[in-house]
């Protein structure tokens, strides 16, 4: 009586709340006529809500696994479930749409038009869902909100921006689709300690306010610590996964910064 029901369960182990399932997740690049592992064996959960660092030197893998992560690569093994689906197994255009629809990107390099104003990078990815311009503004002034990037700058072009928010503005345009899931890549390397927080500042909000599920990756173990959980990455493999009970309060102190 107790298992009548168990042949309905999905494969996949139920959780209420899990955003991100890795499984024995593998990438190899052919090189000549050996190959590279550049992920081995990489299994995590992470629930939604979470704020999570993955921390590792350069070279460590990295990248390739926010690619994973972020359905711009697939792994050559193992299994990754999204929000309960399996999505290594889907064709490359209901990839796209997950991606679009589910998921914000913020890179170290910002990657903004650079001519174009503030309000059309974040724009951008409504114009590409194919949201009408008159229901765009709504869901761009919040973003930019979100992001805490003053409304006068908001006619600015993005080239016209200082660092801080320039990646403001970066971060407006991962939010303004309302992903389930932000993934970070080094997103303070190209700036300084003090706008490095403004950035990291953001995040912590995003998360505490907005519940947002974060993915934070860095080589630094100063920007892992304001994060509640840091999987440590080398080599390829995930090496430590370690709750952060005290993660660090990010401050904005310089007035540099201009947040
Ligand atoms: N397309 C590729 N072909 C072969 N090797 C690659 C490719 N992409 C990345 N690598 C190798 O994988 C390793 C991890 O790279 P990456 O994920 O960028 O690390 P990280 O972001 O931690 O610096 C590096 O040794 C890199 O040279
Ligand atoms: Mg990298």
């Not at 168990?6 to 209420?16: M, N, T």
């Not at 919040?142 to 993005?158: I, K």
């Amino acid at each position: 009586m107790a298992f009548a029901s168990s042949a309905l369960l999905p494969v996949a182990p139920v959780s209420d709340n899990c955003m991100i399932e890795l499984r024995e997740i593998e990438k190899r690049y052919p090189t000549g006529d050996t190959e590279t592992v550049v992920l081995r064996d990489v299994s995590f959960r992470i629930d939604a809500g979470e704020f999570v660092a993955i921390m590792g030197p350069s070279g460590s893998g990295k990248s390739t696994l926010m690619h994973i992560l972020g359905l711009l690569d697939a792994p050559s093994h193992g299994t990754y479930l999204l929000e309960g689906t399996d999505v290594a197994a889907l064709p490359e255009d209901e990839r796209a749409a997950i991606r679009s629809r589910r998921i914000g990107f913020v890179f170290q390099a910002f990657n903004l038009l650079p001519r174009a104003t503030v309000f059309r990078n974040v724009a951008l990815p409504l114009v590409y869902a194919g949201m009408a311009r008159r229901v765009r503004r709504a869901h761009i002034e919040r973003a930019l909100t979100a992001a805490g990037l003053p409304a006068d700058r908001w006619q600015h072009r993005s080239n016209q921006l200082s660092g801080g928010q320039m990646q403001r503005v970066a971060i407006a345009r991962a939010l303004v689709n309302d992903p389930a899931l932000l993934l970070a890549d080094e997103p303070t390397g190209n700036l300084d300690t003090a706008t490095g927080e403004v950035v990291l500042e953001t995040f912590q909000r995003l998360h505490q306010e907005a519940h947002r599920t974060i993915v934070l990756i860095t080589h630094e173990q100063y920007v892992a610590e304001h994060a509640q959980r840091i999987l440590h990455i080398r080599d390829g493999a995930i090496r430590e996964d370690i709750r952060n009970h005290a993660p660090r309060i990010a401050r904005i102190t310089s007035p540099h910064a201009h947040p």
